[in-house]
Every structure is written in C-alpha cells, then in structure tokens.
T-cell receptor
Framework: DAGITQSPRHKVTETGTPVTLRCHQT?????MYWYRQDPGHGLRLIHY???????DKGEVSDGYSVSRSKTEDFLLTLESATSSQTSVYFC?????????????FGEGSRLTVL | AQSVTQPDIHITVSEGASLELRCNYS??????LFWYVQSPGQGLQLLLK??????LVQGIKGFEAEFKRSQSSFNLRKPSVHWSDAAEYFC????????????FGTGTRLTVIP
C-alpha cells in the first residue's frame, strides 16, 4: 500500500495566522493533491502537483498556496487563515502514477480557525 | 458544468440485506467514474472505477456498480451488507483526458443495523 503521512493531524489556530500543512509520501509518485472536505460539499480540489515545482489550481484555490520542492513532499499554506478555511484537509496521491483519478488518501488534517 | 448528485444523504439497512446507493452525474463527455468509501476518522479508499468497456464493474469488499449512459447514473450495489460496511460513500467523476480534478458528490452515509 502507498504511504502518506499528513502533519499536523489536528490544529487550532486564530484568524489571520499563517498555517502550513504537510503531506509526505513514500511512493515517489508524480501526482499529488490537496482536497478539503466540508459537510454538504463532499471533497473539493484545492491544488494539485504533477511534479517537482509543477502545480496547478483546483476548484477552490483562493486563499491557498502550495509548494513542491521534493517529489515526496507537498505543502499547503494558508497565508492568513480565515474561519471559512475551517475544514478537514486531505492529501492524496495517484495510485497508478498517472492522472487517472485512482487516488490514495492520507488520513486527513483537521484545521479549526477561531 | 460537471456535477455529481447523490440524492440519499443517509441510508439505513439491516445486516444481510441488499444495498443500492444512487449516483447521477452531469458531464460534457464520457467520464471516468469512481466510488470511494470513508470510514469515520479515515481518508477515502477507492472501491471501484469505470473507465470503459463492460458497464458492470466489480470492486473490493464485494461491491459492484453499473454505468448507465442513458440515465447518467453509476449506482453502487452490494447483495448482502455486513456491519463493517457502515461508512460514508462518495461517487466521483473525472475527465478521460486527465482526471486531475475529480468532482465528488456530497456523500451517502450508510448505517447498518443488526
């Protein structure tokens, strides 16, 4: 099985503070994704990466930035957190190494913005 | 615009009974279709996928799904539900040209009663 570690798993922060979530994979896969999960919305794509330094926006990218300086790490940054960014964030990789939608997900990072 | 509708927010079935979870999609071309399952506090796990060919696809844990192009549906079925199937189920659709942005439904929560 693919290995994904998300950190931190839980974080409480205040409005206006910067937050960085980390996703680390052990599979050397090219495609990595950040989704957010909210009740009534399912999962929505924030950003994805198709290689080192290669990223693109998803459906709900406003207020978020990402970086990928190494194959194994994909960082999601909230420059100035807002209460609307309270959510559960999931990192995923493509199980096949291609962009076929067959995703393997991490266990999630729960972020609360007060 | 792409969208996925899961009309049932919550379904309760008895252990041993059959199950069908509904999924309808709106997409401009023939899509890739997926069902994912999420146990409480966990990430999502791929149950099955449809890319092309036989419209009845088999997945893990005894699940199957049928693609009906005329109805824009991809319903998930299981002939006999086990208590361990209690979870939330998500239908998703992606593009054949590159499924980097999967669109997820809002999910159906399954409760299994003894």
């Amino acid at each position: 099985d693919a290995g994904i570690t998300q950190s931190p798993r839980h974080k409480v922060t205040e409005t206006g503070t910067p937050v960085t979530l980390r996703c680390h994979q052990t599979e050397n896969h090219r495609y990595m994704y950040w989704y957010r999960q909210d009740p009534g919305h399912g999962l929505r794509l924030i950003h994805y990466s198709y290689g080192v330094k290669d990223t693109d926006k998803g459906e709900v990218s406003d207020g978020y930035s990402v970086s990928r300086s190494k194959t194994e790490d994909f960082l999601l940054t909230l420059e100035s957190a807002t209460s609307s960014q309270t959510s559960v964030y999931f990192c995923a990789i493509s199980e096949t190494g291609q962009s076929t939608g067959e995703l393997f997900f991490g266990e999630g990072s729960r972020l609360t913005v007060l | 615009a792409q969208s996925v509708t899961q009309p049932d927010i919550h379904i309760t079935v008895s252990e041993g009974a059959s199950l069908e979870l509904r999924c309808n999609y709106s997409y401009g071309a023939t899509p890739y279709l997926f069902w994912y399952v999420q146990s409480p506090g966990q990430g999502l796990q791929l149950l099955l996928k449809y890319f092309s060919g036989d419209t009845l696809v088999q997945g893990i844990k005894g699940f199957e799904a049928e693609f009906k192009r005329s109805q824009s549906s991809f319903n998930l079925r299981k002939p006999s539900v086990h208590w361990s199937d209690a979870a939330e189920y998500f239908c998703a659709v992606g593009a054949k040209t590159g499924a980097n942005n999967l669109f997820f439904g809002t999910g159906t929560r399954l409760t299994v009663i003894p």
